[in-house]
């Protein structure tokens, strides 16, 4: 056959219109970080309801001489957890997807790490849901005559750096342990906090110097202790939508509009952490190949249940995620 030569418009046969990748694209995913802060129960082997009792302190009272003494019994308490999520993630893939798919082995060696992932960050999500869930709409949470509740300060009520010196007085006084203070806080507060005319102001604030250079995080974590804690941020705190919650100097703030988001402060020291949990199934995956559906299934269930066990540990600042 005779021809010009094989240029692009008469060698069609030989170009493919349309070429696929052998790489598929992944969904890019934050770090899981609130499991680390939850004080896990081994102590729970069976049934769904997991008892604490607590035992109240001592009180006293004025006494006159020679008179008889008054004696008080020590109150007590009945904290109770419930085993209360029970989660699957669930995938199939057909014989003839096998067959005919290029990217079979890649997509069925995805379910399992997939299933997973999924599990964990509904955890995650349960976890920190619980703080902010333990109380009513507009709710102060107070402890020791000081709200452990409030929006944040700042500017169009996002957080203010005081914010972080008010949490840290508030778990003073609560009586929680100064040490391994942690913070967990949405994007938006990082954003604030590069953001404030106080911390670009180097000659006035020298222990901040470098952060207008490089910003306050890096990945997940603040590279800076604020204000006494470590404070990393996350994309799985929960919403809220209080219509007047009070901030630290009193004033209400309206999130039924424009949802706020909870930020937690807490004292992450082993004997006090302020979320209880158990795992009664960690996730266990179970696979079959289905002859009616001609399929190979796979699933990936796990059961837990979490609660707010130290309310004295813990203050949420609420604050507007708007940018």
């Given at each position: ?5 094989n ?25 899981l ?24 302190d ?53 379910f ?11 955890l ?42 008010y ?77 007047a ?16 988001k ?36 796979l699933?990936t ?9 130290r ?12 940018v």
């Amino acid at each position: 056959m005779a021809g010009t030569g094989n240029l692009s418009t008469n060698t069609t046969d030989l170009i493919r219109d349309d070429i696929w990748s052998a790489q598929l694209k992944e969904i890019l995913r934050e770090e899981l970080q609130a499991m680390r802060y939850v004080d896990w129960r081994s102590d729970f082997p069976d049934g769904d309801t997991f008892h604490i009792p607590q035992i109240a302190d001592a009180v006293t009272a004025d006494y006159t001489e020679d008179t008889e003494i008054t004696y008080a019994p020590l109150g007590t308490t009945d904290f109770t957890m419930a085993i209360d999520k029970y989660k699957s993630s669930a995938h199939y893939i057909t014989r003839k997807m096998m067959q005919d798919s290029y990217y079979m082995s890649q997509l069925a060696g995805s379910f399992v790490p997939k299933q997973a992932r999924a599990i964990l960050e509904s955890l995650e999500t349960d976890i920190l849901s619980k703080p902010n869930a333990a109380y009513s709409a507009n709710d102060a949470a107070a402890d020791n005559g000081v709200s452990h509740r409030v929006a944040g300060g700042g500017t169009g009520d996002t957080m203010a750096l005081e914010d972080f010196a008010y949490a840290m007085y508030a778990l003073k006084k609560a009586h929680v342990p100064q040490t391994n203070m942690v913070a967990i806080v949405d994007p938006s507060v990082e954003y604030h906090l590069n953001t404030l005319s106080g911390l670009t102001a180097v000659s006035n604030n020298p222990r901040w110097e470098g952060i207008v250079r490089d910003g306050i995080a890096s990945g997940m974590r603040f590279v800076a202790n604020v204000y006494g804690f470590d404070v990393y941020t996350s994309n799985f705190l929960p919403s809220v939508t209080d219509n007047a919650l009070l901030d630290k100097d009193g004033a209400g703030v309206d999130f039924s509009t424009v949802n706020g988001k909870a930020n937690y402060f807490f004292s992450a020291t082993s004997d006090v952490m302020p979320i209880i949990g158990a795992m009664r199934q960690d996730p266990i995956v179970d696979r079959e190949f289905n002859k009616d559906f001609q399929r190979e299934e796979l699933v990936t269930t796990a059961r837990w249940g979490t609660k707010l066990f130290r309310p004295e540990n813990m203050v949420n600042i609420v604050t507007k995620p708007t940018v």
